[in-house]
């Protein structure tokens, strides 16, 4: 019997009626199954005694005696409803205060004089040691449980001891019935639990050890099968019937022998150019950096495999590199392969601003080759739309460049083999679904999807949100370019950095100046763009002209700004963070961001590639508030003692978590029981290295080892479709 597939509901648990049932699916608890993985998120253990003296080294366990009570917060003693009690209680070693926050009635159970044994976390504040987390019971009774003892997520109307009582029933009722969901010779290489110990072990666990194993054990399960169905998406997609149909020996930390997507191992040897890439390649005016060549050395080959594989490969791939690293460049040399082999591709970019400057880049480059490109967006006029359609439907055109337009129901193209997809963060996956749904390659399959990110990928997403895909990184910056200066300022020091933004734009320079807010709002302590672009404008910078971008400006009243920012005529742009994806502008030497703490490592990283895309040095000033924390300080410091994206990105991850970075925050990607991707890399490149190695040499999982794997992801799949 496998854990998900247990149909029995909550009642079928002694003690559990139907009363209660709402109370658990607050919790996401549904059934027997359901209650079985609701882990605990902490533990505790009664077996040792830790005083109140010794809070700030352990958890406390103790007995302690109640010494008086009171009301605290708006009210007092006269108003209870509005306030919280707070009651002091004393063992031998120190004196602490318990907060009742949502328990007005510990009022009458803990009566002073009353001898309690108390479990929590402490820490000293306000003068006092207190908790607002802890538990208690009459030192008279017996112990509801000694030893290590879980420490669940509650709902109102349940309590740990509750939660403690059903899951021990639901364990010794159903546990020794499960089977295991992992290869045999995966649990003997590692010494993993089985699953019935692994579920017991981690509600209640005889030891410390048996506990750190068996969330080894659980956690490895969830991001093997993670990497399982992530495995099979990238296989199918290359077309892979994988390699011999046998199991291969297992050693060492991983499984040998497979292919991992984002490694060059999964394309043949990179290609020489086609013909039109060479003529580009020859008519540019510098040479292309190492880490380009590379690239479309890579996307060569993957894009060759198409005929070579009988039409059943597309590829699949991500380019990611720092801002200004030429990654549009290969795009554009992508994009002719694709021509060279009488095809069509289309360019997809999130704004219209961006997606113009492709365009317009677009025709300056490749045009003078002899091929045809269209712009096509939501606000092209209908005559000129229905010759630009009919054109591409009759294959007249070769490149198409773009907003999510490109995907309407009425575009259609006659051979679209490769589509390029910019600043992929911001388009969903049915976006990119539809545009890539438009190909019709000629070879019996989807086009090649590329997409470009200058928001560099931390390792633990690209083994998992990108997973399925092959990933080029281009880390070399094209010669000639500065570092850009980066400095920290509070906010009290800002006229500093106005004067120093002065003597740029007097030497000719141009600069940003990047808000949070469009306007105020609420947000009173904050500064906003448009207030300050008037400020900057009248008393700040008088005798240039100050100009203001943002996302609710009309299309074309924002293209015209970009533009004569681009031009010169504008010498300060005020903007929010529409401009981290924006026009290039290498006269912009000074980039200032204001309340930088309310951006994202990675937003900044972005803003700061803004500027020093010319031969002068470039400046950018990360102003912060003068409250801010010791930790906020430190944050920021990450920007102002590296440059490097890759880096930066994995700080950003480690702060913020994966659902922000990726914008997986609402599909519940990340929605596991007990592994985190981060804290736990080695065991997911472990599960990876496991995952594709037995899908490459038993893609139908039929040998005797990986039938358990075939009955999971049929009976009782881990993840839906949706979160992949």
């Known amino acids: 019997m496998l854990l998900r597939s247990i149909a029995a509901p909550l009642t079928a648990i002694k003690g559990i009626g139907p009363a209660q049932v709402p109370k658990f699916a607050r919790l996401g608890i549904t059934g027997v199954a359901g209650l079985l993985a609701h882990y605990p998120r902490d533990w505790e253990d009664r077996s040792v005694r830790v005083p109140l003296s010794e809070f700030h080294r352990a958890q406390v366990c103790t007995e302690v005696t109640v010494l008086s009570r009171d009301w605290i917060g708006f009210g007092g003693k006269f108003s209870k409803k509005k306030s919280t009690l707070k009651v002091y209680v004393e063992d031998e070693s120190a004196r602490a205060a318990l907060v ?112 750190e194993c068996a969330k080894k054990t659980l956690a490895y399960e969830e991001l093997f099968y993670l990497e399982i169905m992530v495995g099979r998406r990238a296989l199918e997609r290359r077309g892979r019937g994988g390699g011999a149909r046998h199991g291969g020996a297992i050693s060492g930390g991983a499984m040998s022998g497979g292919a991992i997507p984002g490694s060059a191992s999964t394309s043949i040897a990179p290609l020489a150019f086609s013909p039109l890439q060479q003529r580009l390649a020859e008519r540019l005016p510098f040479r292309l950096t190492p880490g380009q060549r590379e690239a479309i050395g890579e996307i060569n080959a993957d894009m060759a495999l198409k005929s070579a594989a009988g039409g059943g490969f597309s590829m699949s791939r991500l380019l990611q590199g720092d801002v200004g690293s030429g990654k549009t460049l290969v795009s554009f040399l992508a994009a002719l392969r694709a021509v060279d082999d009488g095809a069509q591709a289309a360019l997809m970019a999130p704004t219209e601003l961006l997606a113009r400057q492709h365009a317009e880049s677009a025709a300056r480059l490749l045009e003078p080759l002899g091929l045809k490109i269209a712009f096509l967006t939501g606000n092209i006029k209908s005559s000129g739309r229905k010759e630009l359609l009919r054109n591409l439907a009759k294959g007249e055109i070769d490149i198409a460049v773009g907003t999510h337009a490109l995907f309407s129901r009425d575009v259609e193209y006659k051979n679209l083999r490769l589509v390029v997809v910019d600043e992929q963060h911001r388009f969903g996956v049915m976006q990119r679904s539809l545009i890539v749904g438009k190909g019709s390659d000629g070879h019996g399959g989807p086009p090649h999807l590329l997409m470009m990110s200058a928001t560099p990928i931390p390792r633990t997403l690209a083994l998992t949100v990108f997973g399925d895909m092959d990933v080029s990184v281009i880390r070399d ?169 890759f880096a930066i990105a994995e700080e950003d991850l480690r702060l913020r978590g994966p659902g922000q970075i990726a914008g997986t925050e609402q599909s519940g990607y990340f929605s596991l029981g007990i592994a985190d991707p981060i804290r736990d890399i080695k065991a997911l490149e472990k599960a990876r290295a496991d995952a594709f190695f037995i899908l490459e040499n038993d893609p139908g999982l039929v040998l005797e080892g990986h039938r358990i794997i075939a009955r999971v992801l049929e009976e009782a799949p881990p993840f839906s479709a949706a979160m992949l």
């Not at 607002?132 to 000694?146: D, M, R």
């Not at 320079?509 to 105020?520: C, K, R």
């Open 477 to 645: 910056l094209p010669p000639g370019r500065k570092p850009v200066k980066t400095h920290l300022a509070k906010e009290s020091s800002e006229e500093r950095v106005y004067d120093f933004a002065r003597r740029l734009l007097e030497a000719g320079s141009q600069a940003y100046f990047v808000y949070p807010l469009i306007e105020s709002g609420d947000e009173r302590n904050l500064k906003d763009a448009a207030s300050m672009a008037e400020r900057l404008a009248k008393k700040v910078f008088p005798g240039f002209a100050v100009a203001l971008a943002h996302s609710r400006l009309d299309e074309e009243e924002k293209r015209r700004t970009m533009e004569r920012f681009r031009s010169g005529e504008i010498k300060v742009l005020v903007a929010t963070s529409v401009v981290e994806v924006g026009v290039d502008v290498p006269n912009a030497a000074c980039m200032v961001i204001e309340h930088a703490e309310r951006f994202g490592l990675s937003a900044l990283h972005q803003l700061r590639g803004r500027v020093g895309r010319g031969k002068e040095q470039a400046y950018c000033f990360l102003v912060y508030s003068d409250e801010l924390t010791d930790d906020g300080k430190a944050r920021l410091k990450v920007m102002l003692e590296s440059a490097d994206g």
């Open 100 to 211: 009742c926050f949502n328990r007005p009635w510990l009022e009458k159970q803990l009566a002073p004089g009353e001898r309690f044994r108390l479990w929590g976390r402490f820490q000293y504040k306000f003068g006092d040691i207190q908790s607002t987390a802890f538990e208690i019971e009459p030192a008279s009774e017996e112990p509801s449980g000694t030893g290590i003892l879980p420490i669940y997520p509650l709902s109102a109307g349940l309590s740990q001891a509750m939660l403690r009582r059903f899951a021990s029933r639901a364990i010794e009722e159903y546990a020794p019935g499960l089977e295991d969901e992992l290869p045999p010779e995966i649990r003997a290489r590692d010494g993993l639990l089985s699953k019935a110990a692994a579920i017991k072990a981690i509600h209640f666990p005889a030891s410390p050890e048996e506990l």
